[in-house]
T-cell receptor, first 113, second 112 residues
Framework: DAGVIQSPRHEVTEMGQEVTLRCKPI?????LFWYRQTMMRGLELLIY????????DSGMPEDRFSAKMPNASFSTLKIQPSEPRDSAVYFC???????????FGPGTRLTVL | GNSVTQMEGPVTLSEEAFLTINCTYT??????LFWYVQYPGEGLQLLLK?????DKGSNKGFEATYRKETTSFHLEKGSVQVSDSAVYFC???????????FGTGTRLTIIP
């Protein structure tokens, strides 16, 4: 198995632009988590899905952030419009029901100028 | 709510030194406990875990014992190597697809 796949690995954009981050979970994993990591705030959970349904989005910082999981093999995290303070590494992680071990993707490093 | 408190970093040690990174937790019920490691430029990887009291997780020479009486899960290694330089995160989860609660991470640097 290729593990959790995230794209792009690096994204540089200008303030005000729309950014879309993508995640492909490990096949058979039915929970998916989006995290953000910064030096100042550490690792924060933004939102997580179970069986494609959002369960907890209390960590989404504001309305500029949205996440979707249209099917079991794909999720997106969108920021519109982006701001410099959104610069961070965004991780996707997945697991299966009955297991609380999460498998992380390599992350997307986002820089908003 | 759940919380994890881990040792502030950064920690710098010489090669072959003994390592301890402290972790304590607050949670209802009987959570599972984890140590994740993040090498430079990479995502987090599970290092070891323990699912019930007195369990010892171990991997790559690292060990941690689930101590319910002290609500602790301290990470130890008898002889560290330069390749162990990374950020280490303590975490807990109460059940299957509940979110992980992470500590703030401890940056470890091993010098030759």
């Amino acid at each position: 198995d290729a593990g959790v796949i995230q794209s792009p690995r690096h994204e540089v954009t200008e303030m005000g632009q729309e950014v879309t981050l993508r995640c492909k979970p490990i096949s058979g994993h039915n929970s998916l988590f989006w995290y953000r990591q910064t030096m100042m705030r550490g690792l924060e959970l933004l939102i997580y899905f179970n069986n494609n349904v959002p369960i907890d989005d209390s960590g989404m910082p504001e309305d500029r952030f949205s996440a979707k999981m249209p099917n079991a093999s794909f999720s997106t995290l969108k920021i519109q419009p982006s701001e410099p303070r959104d610069s961070a590494v965004y991780f996707c992680a997945t697991n299966t029901d009955g297991s609380n071990e999460q498998f992380f993707g390599p992350g997307t490093r986002l820089t908003v100028l | 709510g759940n919380s994890v408190t881990q040792m502030e970093g950064p920690v710098t040690l010489s090669e072959e030194a003994f390592l301890t990174i402290n972790c304590t937790y607050t949670a209802t019920g009987y959570p599972s406990l984890f140590w994740y490691v993040q090498y430079p430029g990479e995502g987090l990887q599970l290092l070891l875990k323990a699912t019930k009291a007195d369990d010892k997780g171990s991997n790559k020479g690292f060990e941690a014992t689930y101590r319910k009486e002290t609500t602790s899960f301290h990470l130890e290694k008898g002889s560290v190597q330069v390749s162990d330089s990374a950020v280490y995160f303590c975490a807990l989860s109460r059940f299957g697809n509940e979110k992980l609660t992470f500590g703030t991470g401890t940056r470890l640097t091993i010098i030759p």
